[in-house]
């Protein structure tokens, strides 16, 4: 059982590139996150999704777009990369069925780098 | 929104000695508190969560954390440290608003063991 798999795990890239980065599930969660993670900053939501084919914004959605098109999947993408983006991108999931005291299962992370 | 404040953005404590992580909430209505930690380059694990069943919360490596709704806190410790619990702790509180389930987390609290 994979749980959570977030790919790629570091990438660099260049003011004003984009890149899509992939979260996938194999738990049949309906919930999926994706946060980022800045030092001193804690984690902060950028977009989550109530289920496939649904998304909605969190705290910090400004600069990313996501999809789920695929129940196991939901990718988040930056269209034009700023140095502001540079940080550790952490998705996660929710147990289908659970309640509101349910844990959140979170990938490995991914190591973004804007140059 | 229901939020989470944790004092103190670094702990240093000696290998044996007691363990004290803070961390207050903000809630409307009766929470759904987490811990959460951190080892290096790895996602976050779930250490605890408070479910309304005991206001103290036993977890796993040996943590435990009390509800303490006087005082609105959710502080996480354990007796004697090791130099194994040296990661980062996140305090996280649940926004249980509809459907839209999601987790609002602390800006942590990274725990240093000394020998």
């Known amino acids: 059982n994979a749980g959570v798999t977030q790919t790629p795990k570091f990438r660099v890239l260049k003011t004003g590139q984009s890149m899509t980065l992939l979260c996938a599930q194999d738990m049949n969660h309906e919930y999926m996150y994706w946060y980022r993670q800045d030092p001193g900053m804690g984690l902060r939501l950028i977009h989550y999704s109530v289920g496939e084919g649904t998304t909605a914004k969190g705290e910090v959605p400004d600069g990313y777009n996501v999809s789920r098109l695929k129940k196991q999947n939901f990718l988040l993408g930056l269209e034009s990369a700023a140095p502001s983006q540079t940080s550790v991108y952490f998705c996660a999931s929710f147990g289908q069925g659970a309640t509101y005291n349910s844990p959140l299962h979170f990938g490995n992370g991914t190591r973004l780098t804007v140059t | 929104a229901q939020s989470v404040t944790q004092l103190g953005s670094h702990v240093s404590v000696s290998e044996g000695a007691l363990v004290l992580l803070r961390c207050n909430y903000s809630?409307?209505?009766?929470?759904?508190l987490f811990w959460y930690v951190q080892y290096p380059n790895q996602g976050l694990q779930l250490l605890l969560k408070y479910t309304s069943a005991a206001t103290l919360v036993k977890g796993i490596n040996g943590f435990e954390a009390e509800f303490k709704k006087s005082e609105t806190s959710f502080h996480l410790t354990k007796p004697s440290a090791h130099m194994s619990d040296a990661a980062e702790y996140f305090c996280?509180?649940?926004?249980?608003?509809?459907?839209?389930?999601?987790?609002?987390f602390g800006k942590g609290t990274l725990l240093t063991v000394n020998p």
């Open positions: 809630s409307s209505v009766p929470p759904y």
């Open positions: 996280a509180v649940s926004d249980s608003g509809g459907s839209n389930y999601k987790l609002t």
